[in-house]
């Protein structure tokens, strides 16, 4: 008995795998006890490296650092669509005058490390005194780097939909931009979702980098409460707190996009008798299911 890809493994073969499941887990046991028992021993588990938490001011410290972090990737990830959006329709274009300048642009900002374009925008607009804040060297950065892997995941899930749905959508007599808009676009979403919501988790962690350039984002707070010598320099405590904060941010944007997915698949119920939209002769949209008597 076989599956598509694979042998279906057998009663040995099963013995196996759940043996050598039960020794990564205990490895993994193992390794997490063994980094407890060695933050224990440094000290990190004392009270007063901790008892800096329980204060209103550092609290607070910590939710201006979360609201920066949330501002600049809410931003970035707004105008990161919009660049992959409008670079992902030159990439496909049929003319030759959009799609070069487009892919160009596309694998540029790809090719270039995100870090370099926030020092680009920081430090290009102090020595040339353009007055470009932190945040928004950090948002453009952002932007141009996670737009063109948009633009490139856009590009890839239009052109993943079989090649027989276009040739159909054109022979209704669609234009190119119905074609996408209307046949395209819809059945690429579902295989785009995962690939966006992970360029999104991507993005979102992206932002502290921005503590380099000195914006006040949650690991450059982080880093500030570190560093405070009444608390015993808590460093590890307090980066443990923010990766906890980082895992749930990633976490809500997993659940919003599982929730986006179910809706999507929802939606694309068609109620049987459905047709496709077709162009008349003068240019207009009409049904496409009209008796040719």
């Known amino acids: 008995m076989s599956a598509v890809l694979y042998d279906v493994p057998g009663p040995r073969a099963r013995a196996r795998n759940r043996i050598l499941n039960v ?5 993994l046991l193992a390794v997490i006890g063994w980094v407890v028992y060695r933050l224990n021993e440094t000290g990190q588990f004392e009270g007063r490296r901790w008892a800096q938490f329980q204060y209103k001011s550092i609290q607070e410290q910590l939710l201006t650092g979360l609201l920066n972090t949330l501002k600049a990737a809410g931003i970035a990830a707004v105008l990161a669509f919009l660049f992959g959006a409008v670079f992902a329709a030159g990439r496909i274009s049929d003319h030759k005058i959009l799609r070069v300048p487009a892919t160009f642009v596309v694998e540029l900002f ?9 020092f680009f925008f920081y430090y290009g607009s102090l020595q040339f005194q353009l007055g470009i804040s932190p945040m928004w060297a950090v948002v ?4 141009l780097y996670n737009g063109s892997v948009l633009a490139e995941v856009f590009r890839a899930g239009i ?7 276009r040739e159909a959508a054109y022979a ?14 819809p059945q690429a979403v579902r295989a785009m979702l995962p690939a966006i919501v992970s360029q999104l988790v991507v993005l979102l962690k992206d932002t502290a980098l921005g503590f ?6 949650l690991l450059y707070v982080a880093k500030q409460m570190g560093g405070r010598l009444e608390f015993g320099f808590p460093y590890i405590p ?3 707190v923010v990766a906890i904060i980082y895992i749930g941010l990633c976490s809500l944007l997993s659940v919003f996009a599982r929730y986006l997915e179910g809706r999507t698949r929802r939606n694309r119920k068609i109620a049987p008798g459905t047709t496709l939209p077709a162009v008349t002769e003068a240019g207009g949209a009409g049904a496409t299911g009209a008796d040719d008597s």
């Open 238 to 240: 307090t980066y443990m």
């Open 159 to 165: 052109a993943a939909v079989p090649k027989g749905q």
């Open 172 to 185: 209704t007599g669609l234009r190119k931009n119905q074609v996408v808009r209307l046949i395209l676009l």
């Open 23 to 27: 020794v990564v887990v205990v490895i």
């Open 212 to 217: 380099i350039i000195t914006y006040n984002e």
């Open 110 to 118: 790809r090719a270039i490390p995100l870090l370099i374009l926030m």
């Open 140 to 143: 453009l950065g952002l932007t």
